[in-house]
C-alpha cells in the first residue's frame, strides 16, 4: 500500500484521534496566537478546523449528521462576518453555536462508545477527544457568559473581561476535578456555569471512563 494510502485509512479509522491532536495542539499554540498581531485570524481559522473535525466524528455516532451541520453552519457564517466586519455581537454568536456544537459532538461520542459492549482503539481516542469538547464548550460558554455579563471572572490578571486561555484553563480545572485556577466565577449566573461542568466531570468519570476500564478488565480477564 502506498504510504499516502496509508495515512488515509488510518485517519478514517480513527477520526476522534484526528480531533484529540487537533485539540491539544491547540492548547500549545493558542498562546502564541494570542501574542500574535494576526492572532485573531488565526484563532478563527484554527476554530474552523477543530468545527470541520467535529463535523466528521460524528458521522461515527448513532446521532443524527444533520443537527451538527445546522449547528456547525452559522458557528462558521458568524466567526467569518464578526472578523470580518469587527463586530464583538457576532463573534459572541459564533461562540454560542460552537458551544452547542462541541456539546452535541461530545454527547454524540458517548452515544458511539455506549453503543456496544467492545472497546476499540477508536473508542478510547474518543474519550479523550470527548474530555476536551467538553472543556472546550464550557469554556465558549464562559466567553458567551462575560458578554452578557462583564466582570463574570476574576483573576490575577488585570480587566473585566478574561482572555480565551484564561477560561480554557479554567475549564480544564473545573472538568478534571482539579480546581486549581487563578480565575474564580463571580456572576451569579458565571458559577451557575461552573456547578454545571463540575457535575459533567464527576458523571463523566463516573459513566464513561469506568465503564471503558470495566469492559478493558473484563476483556482481559476473559483472554
Known sequence: ????????????????????GVQLLGILVYPKMEDM????????????IVLGLSVWVVRRSPLGMWLALVLAIPALVFSISGALLLQ?????????????LYFYTAWSLIAYMLQDHKVTSDELFAAGATFTLLAWGFAFAYSVCQQLYPASFVA????????????LYLSFSLLSGVGL????????????????????????VALVVSRLVGLTLYKASKS
Request: hydrophobic fraction near 50%; charged fraction near 10%.
Open 1 to 20: 500500500m502506498y504510504p499516502h494510502l496509508r495515512w488515509l485509512v488510518l485517519a478514517r479509522k480513527h477520526p476522534s484521534a484526528w480531533l484529540l
Open 37 to 48: 498581531p494576526a492572532g485573531q485570524a488565526l484563532f478563527g481559522a484554527f476554530g474552523m
Open 88 to 100: 464583538p455581537s457576532l463573534t459572541t454568536a459564533a461562540q454560542v453555536f460552537e458551544c452547542l
Open 156 to 167: 490575577t490578571s488585570t480587566g473585566d473581561f478574561r482572555s480565551w486561555m484564561e477560561l
Open 181 to 204: 485556577s487563578d480565575v474564580v466565577p463571580v456572576h451569579p449566573q458565571a458559577r451557575a456555569l461552573v456547578m454545571l461542568e463540575q457535575f459533567a466531570g464527576v458523571m463523566y
